[in-house]
């Protein structure tokens, strides 16, 4: 399905849908030489909607293989890291998902879903990954 897909080549991308708590969670990975970047979403269903007007719920997580600019001096959060498969340091944001990814992902064709967010973590990861100080060259 892939080959179809306007994505870098260079890069590895991972889907994974489960069962997380109960509830029908994805997860989408991009993995550069820089790091990672992963996209969680998970739906709550009709029933919370109803109550707390949000039913989708998600975070946006990025993996850097070296200390970012931002913790130069922090010890690695990972020492096996699922997107890195090494050390990482991490951070992220549940806002960015609520308010870019989440609307997007509701509003699109679904046929085009897996591809728009591959084609937006490959841009996060290449704008908040790439060219910084931890970077080291990549």
Same mark, same amino acid.
């Given at each position: 399905?892939?080959?179809?897909?306007?994505?870098?080549?260079?890069?590895?991308?991972?889907?994974?849908?489960?069962?997380? %708590?109960? *509830?029908?969670?994805?997860?989408?990975?991009?993995?550069?030489?820089?790091?990672?970047?992963?996209?969680?979403?998970?739906? %709550?269903?009709?029933?919370?909607?109803? *109550?707390?007007?949000?039913?989708?719920?998600?975070?946006?997580?990025?993996? !850097?293989? %070296?200390?970012?600019? =931002?913790?130069?001096?922090?010890?690695?959060?990972?020492?096996?890291?699922?997107?890195? =498969?090494?050390?990482? !340091? =991490?951070?992220?944001?549940?806002?960015?998902?609520?308010?870019?990814?989440?609307?997007?992902?509701?509003?699109?064709?679904?046929?085009?879903? *897996?591809?728009?967010?591959?084609?937006?973590?490959?841009?996060?990861?290449?704008?908040?990954?790439?060219?910084?100080?931890?970077?080291?060259?990549?």
């Amino acid at each position: 399905m892939l080959a179809n897909w306007n994505l870098n080549r260079d890069y590895r991308h991972k889907y994974e849908m489960f069962f997380r %708590y109960g *509830h029908l969670t994805h997860v989408w990975s991009v993995e550069i030489a820089a790091g990672a970047v992963h996209l969680y979403i998970s739906d %709550y269903g009709e029933k919370r909607e109803k *109550h707390f007007v949000d039913r989708y719920s998600g975070g946006v997580q990025y993996h !850097w293989r %070296y200390p970012p600019e =931002h913790r130069p001096n922090a010890a690695p959060q990972h020492h096996d890291c699922p997107y890195t =498969h090494g050390v990482c !340091w =991490h951070d992220g944001t549940s806002t960015y998902a609520t308010e870019h990814y989440i609307p997007m992902i509701e509003h699109m064709p679904i046929d085009s879903v *897996h591809e728009m967010v591959f084609r937006s973590l490959e841009r996060d990861a290449e704008r908040t990954l790439i060219g910084t100080p931890a970077c080291r060259g990549c």
